[in-house]
């Protein structure tokens, strides 16, 4: 079975510094990795997506994470936080089985909270 | 941009009462999914389904729940007897195809509170 670790669940940065949330997974199988967030309102938007091509893998707004397999880390990063960057981040695993099925179920991280001060 | 609509977006319901939550998904998308988020706990699986039918439900999906897509365009989860910790905010997704490859697309959610 799959997990996933958000390692904070508030982050508070100002505008214009790094952003760094801390994820860590478990899959018993070659996993596909993501990052959605939520905007008060708002239904879960996919910032980016890991699928076993390249380790440092480009999303949307800036957004950027890598994918590390010895240290089972998938941590998203932005060099310089926005305002509208503050939201709630989810990790998010599917575990891949042997055969390449897996029904599309979701595991989630319990969120991390993005506070951006001006 | 296509997107999914969820409707209710709030929905007060007695512990004992049939519920239905109702979900457009995006148009060419084949494969869709129920989550639900109890108050300040992750976001969990219920169900997905395909080609009209149940692809994979998890220990939540009892016989209290069920899906349908009785057009082409709905997708709804039925509650046939509400119980308090059935309170949640639940999560409509699609996608073109089976993730890992393919994402899900989520709606902005229905919140259902059970008195």
């Known amino acids: 079975a799959q997990s996933v670790t958000q390692l904070d669940s508030h982050v508070s940065v100002s505008e214009g510094t790094p952003v760094l949330l801390r994820c860590n997974y478990s899959s018993s199988y070659s996993p596909s990795l993501f990052w959605y967030v939520q905007h008060p309102n708002k239904g879960l938007q996919l910032l980016l997506k890991y699928t076993s091509a390249a380790t440092l893998v480009k999303g949307i707004n800036g957004f950027e994470a890598e994918f590390k397999k010895s240290e089972t880390s998938f941590h998203l990063t932005k060099p310089s936080a926005h305002m509208s960057d503050a939201a709630e981040y989810f990790c998010?695993?599917?575990?891949?089985?042997?055969?390449?099925?897996?029904?599309?179920?979701?595991?989630f991280g319990q969120g991390t909270i993005l506070t951006v001060h001006p | 941009e296509p997107e999914v609509t969820q409707t209710p977006s709030h929905q007060v319901t007695q512990m004992g009462q049939e519920v239905i939550l109702r979900c457009v998904p995006i148009?060419?998308?084949?494969?869709f999914y129920w989550y639900r988020q109890i108050l300040g706990q992750k976001v969990e699986f219920l169900v997905s389904?395909?080609?009209?039918?149940?692809?994979?439900k998890s220990e939540i999906f009892d016989d209290q729940f069920s899906v349908e897509r009785p057009d082409g365009s709905n997708f709804t989860l039925k509650i046939r007897s509400t119980k308090l910790e059935d309170s949640a905010m639940y999560f409509c997704?699609?996608?073109?195809?089976?993730?890992?490859?393919?994402?899900?697309?989520f709606g902005p959610g229905t919140r259902l509170t059970v008195t």
């Open positions: 997704a699609s996608s073109e195809q089976l993730a890992g490859g393919g994402e899900q697309y």
């Open positions: 148009s060419n998308h084949l494969y």
């Open positions: 389904f395909y080609n009209n039918e149940i692809s994979e």
């Open positions: 998010v695993v599917i575990q891949n089985v042997s055969g390449g099925t897996s029904y599309g179920k979701l595991t």
